[in-house]
T-cell receptor
Framework: AQSVTQLDSHVSVSEGTPVLLRCNYS??????LFWYVQHPNKGLQLLLK??????LVKGINGFEAEFKKSETSFHLTKPSAHMSDAAEYFC???????????FGAGTRLFVKA | GAGVSQSPRYKVTKRGQDVALRCDPI?????LYWYRQALGQGPEFLTY????????KSGLPNDRFSAERPEGSISTLTIQRTEQRDSAMYRC????????????FGPGTRLTVL
């Protein structure tokens, strides 16, 4: 069975400081992993995805994530937060060859001026 | 080109009524997904179509929920005899291929059951 755990429901950072949003997954098969972002009153947008190629994945807006199989983690990072990064972030897992996509509960990122 | 569209954007209905939610995927996208998102939670998988074939409906909560995609394009999610607990945001997504392809999400339909 698959599952996704986002370890923090809320994260607050100051503008210009690093961002770390944590995600752990459980999957019986080699998974594909994604991070999506949802801005207030807007739809879900893909930030980045891991599909068994390079373990360090770069996405849009300066975000990146590292797949660590030994730790079953796929944490999202950004070196310097911007006010426009304030949103809800979802870690997502899909098993390879499957389609039942599982979303985490989400982490709301607050960015202080 | 146009993204995924959903209609209506908002639906208010009375308990016991049937509702039909429509999803128009990106043209040429093979895969179509339906999700339900409760307030403060992540989207929850409901069902998946590959062309017109419903290949996974394991996320549909009960037999009041059904979905179809008869011509492999537009899809309809139908909820019969709605209940207050059905109130949520219903989201549709489409992707060009299968499994690992990026899913493109529509704006969602906010359903409120009174």
């Amino acid at each position: 069975a698959q599952s996704v755990t986002q370890l923090d429901s809320h994260v607050s950072v100051s503008e210009g400081t690093p961002v770390l949003l944590r995600c752990n997954y459980s999957s019986s098969y080699s998974p594909s992993l994604f991070w999506y972002v949802q801005h207030p009153n807007k739809g879900l947008q893909l930030l980045l995805k891991y599909t068994s190629a390079a373990t360090l994945v770069k996405g849009i807006n300066g975000f990146e994530a590292e797949f660590k199989k030994s730790e079953t983690s796929f944490h999202l990072t950004k070196p310097s937060a911007h006010m426009s990064d304030a949103a809800e972030y979802f870690c997502v897992v899909t098993p390879t060859g499957g389609f039942k996509t599982i979303f985490g509960a989400g982490t709301r990122l607050f960015v202080k001026a | 080109g146009a993204g995924v569209s959903q209609s209506p954007r908002y639906k208010v209905t009375k308990r016991g009524q049937d509702v039909a939610l429509r999803c128009d995927p990106i043209s040429g996208h093979v895969s179509l997904y339906w999700y339900r998102q409760a307030l403060g939670q992540g989207p929850e998988f409901l069902t998946y179509f590959n062309y017109e074939a419903q290949q996974d409906k394991s996320g549909l909560p009960n037999d009041r929920f059904s979905a179809e995609r008869p011509e492999g394009s537009i899809s309809t999610l139908t909820i019969q005899r709605t209940e207050q607990r059905d109130s949520a945001m219903y989201r549709c997504a489409s992707s060009y291929g299968e499994d690992t392809d990026t899913q493109y999400f529509g704006p969602g339909t906010r359903l409120t059951v009174l």
